[in-house]
């Protein structure tokens, strides 16, 4: 966090709480702390000598755990033999944001745009689902999700062509303990890698059905009939099998890559390489160490999703589509109400999709 160009922008989940009164726990040493200690504890390591200005929610939840944070980058340790009081905020550079509140009066992004004209780092305090609706805004993608006393920092720059504002991505996450999180990311991997595991199983077979029936001349002689036609572009039987075949070898080939992928996710972090950050590893991959093993799991089984496995799927419906032109003998007027259908299928699709969201 030392390129000058660079505004940095750490968005905090309020941490868990009773009625207002953060909740702590009891550490193997058996002494007491508040889960945010921690975080606050990474977050002095990773900020160095940087001093964040600091803004909550009038909240007592969130001003609490401000507090927290802003004694951890003091060097105040609050660990106590018995249940420990709620932190008081030290004096210094910090205040209410009423735009934080679960009720928000005014928009936090214009202020934040106004605060990063004078400081270089801004820490905020808040709650869900305002701060992912913020993150979502500042980055220009989906939302952040975040866990209670989970930090997400956000490296941004000012924008030159449109018009003020600033944009940039997730440079790296702290959380308490990430554990159950990285264990129900696995066995999401692992649910995915089963049905990429299967299709490929199926494509095999399809694969070795579809060329054991054209291994007859007359079966293939008979695919020359057959013939589709659009406009002035047309097609028979036999170049839509032969095109089917490469895009079915196309798509066995990437759910084959999928499953080794999803494999290579199973790798217990236990036996990852620190700090080595490969080239290929854009703005989409949080930056390990500090950010959890979870959220790199779940990163990069998304990118496998998006550009290995849907691929394939799309890659199988053409294979199928293309054949089943021509032996349907489909004619210019066909496509018409097929492409009609298939954009109805695909708004269908889209406005039924899964929404999911946060919640206080």
């Known amino acids: 966090m030392a390129d000058r160009n660079y505004r940095y922008v750490l968005l905090c989940r309020h941490a868990r709480h009773l009625d207002g009164r953060l909740v702590a726990v ?7 702390r508040f889960p945010s200690d921690a975080v606050g504890r990474a977050l002095a390591e990773e900020l160095g000598s ?3 200005a600091v803004g909550y929610a009038g909240t007592p939840e969130a001003r609490a755990t401000a507090a927290v ?3 951890r980058l003091r060097n105040e340790v609050i660990v106590a033999d018995e249940r420990p009081r709620q932190p008081a905020l030290p004096r210094g550079d910090h205040g209410v944001w009423p735009e934080l509140d679960p009720l928000p009066e005014g928009d936090a992004y214009e202020r934040i745009d106004g605060e990063l004209a004078k400081t270089d780092t801004l820490l905020l305090v808040g709650h869900q689902p305002q701060l992912s609706r913020l ?5 220009g993608r989906s939302a952040i ?3 209670h006393s989970e930090v997400a920092c956000l490296r941004l720059r000012k924008r030159k062509r449109r018009k003020g504002g600033w944009r940039g991505d997730l440079l790296w996450t702290l959380t308490p303990d990430d554990s159950a999180a990285l264990a129900a990311v696995t066995d999401k991997v692992k649910g995915k890698m089963e049905s990429a595991k299967l299709l490929s199983g199926v494509l095999t077979l399809v694969l070795t059905a579809l060329l054991g029936a054209l291994l007859t001349a007359d079966r293939w002689d008979g695919l020359a009939a057959a013939r589709a036609e659009l406009g002035g572009f047309s097609y028979d039987g036999q170049s839509g099998v032969q095109i089917s075949c490469v895009l ?3 798509a066995l080939a990437l759910y084959l890559v999928t499953m080794y992928s999803y494999d290579s996710l199973l790798m217990p972090p236990r036996f990852w390489a620190e700090g080595t950050r490969s080239g290929r590893a854009g703005r989409w991959l949080p930056r390990r160490p500090p950010s959890s093993s979870a959220w790199v799991v779940m990163r990069n089984m998304q990118r496998i999703w998006t550009w290995l496995f849907t691929p394939a799927n799309v890659l199988v419906a053409a294979a199928l589509a293309v054949p089943a032109a021509p032996l349907l003998r489909l004619e210019a007027w066909n496509f018409a109400w097929v492409g009609a259908l298939g ?3 695909a708004a269908w699709s889209w406005w039924f999709r899964p929404v999911l969201g946060s919640e206080d």
Request: hydrophobic share 40%; no cysteine; net charge positive.
């Open 248 to 250: 079915l070898l196309s």
């Open 135 to 139: 993150s979502a805004r500042l980055t």
């Open 26 to 32: 009891r550490g193997d040493d058996d002494r007491w």
């Open 69 to 71: 944070l802003l004694r």
């Open 145 to 147: 999700p975040l866990t």
């Open 343 to 345: 954009v109805a299928v």
């Open 50 to 52: 940087r001093k964040p």
